[in-house]
């Protein structure tokens, strides 16, 4: 970022030349980087990812071999690379707002967090209200609203949240406001928010008309 502004450059003049690779080497290094950045995570979480197909996902699990290590969630394969050190201490923070589309919680659909209790909208995703993590599970919806002086930060939380956790999420909060150089406006409301698509949901999942 350049100000408020994305800044691009070409790919040949900021990254080092290196040795082609066939497309099963290709595909290999894929997978290899993808477990160890992401995992434990499932072929499935992969090929979602990489657009990539199962047969070759298992090829190139096969390749790797011992490098990765394979451990059942629920009955479901995973697998991880067993050398990379976990980055999350002690000190890392308790709550977060995700993005919309955030990577965190698209590639995982098999293991992910958990919503609690009349969540004010836990099933469905919502392209104008976000997720809020805290402690590994889904609390509740935020969405911000970026003015010259002032972000304006509105969350949904389920009522079991406790004070605690709604002082993290305000942490949180705080955190963005410090990242857009911008005051924190604060706003906490109550229940379902209105939602894109109204009471028929999200337009992506309504049932389509029979044809004739």
């Known amino acids: 970022m350049k100000g408020v502004h994305h800044s691009y450059a070409l790919v040949d003049e900021v990254i080092a030349p290196t040795p082609e690779r066939s497309r099963d080497e290709a595909v290999v290094e894929l997978a290899r980087r993808f477990f160890a950045g992401h995992g434990p995570a499932t072929v499935k979480d992969f090929t979602r990812w990489a657009t990539m197909t199962i047969t070759d996902t298992r090829a190139a699990l096969a390749q790797i071999g011992d490098e990765l ?63 809020i993590v805290l402690d590994g599970s889904n609390v509740g919806l935020w969405k911000r609203t970026v003015r010259p002086a002032v972000v304006q930060v509105e969350v949904r939380l389920a009522p079991s949240v406790s004070s605690e956790g709604r002082d993290q999420i305000r942490v949180a909060a705080q955190r963005l406001s410090y990242f857009l150089e911008r005051d924190l406006s604060l706003i906490e409301n109550e229940g379902t928010p209105h939602l894109w698509g109204g009471d028929l949901g999200h337009p992506s999942r309504r049932r389509r008309r029979a044809d004739g």
């Open 69 to 131: 290590e394979e451990v059942e969630v629920d009955g479901i394969p995973h697998w991880f690379d067993p050398t990379q050190v976990r980055r999350r201490s002690a000190a890392a923070p308790a709550a977060y707002l995700f993005p919309a589309y955030d990577e965190a919680m698209l590639t995982y659909p098999q293991v992910n967090f958990p919503a609690l209790p009349h969540h004010p909208y836990a099933e469905h995703p919502d392209p104008f209200w976000a997720f």
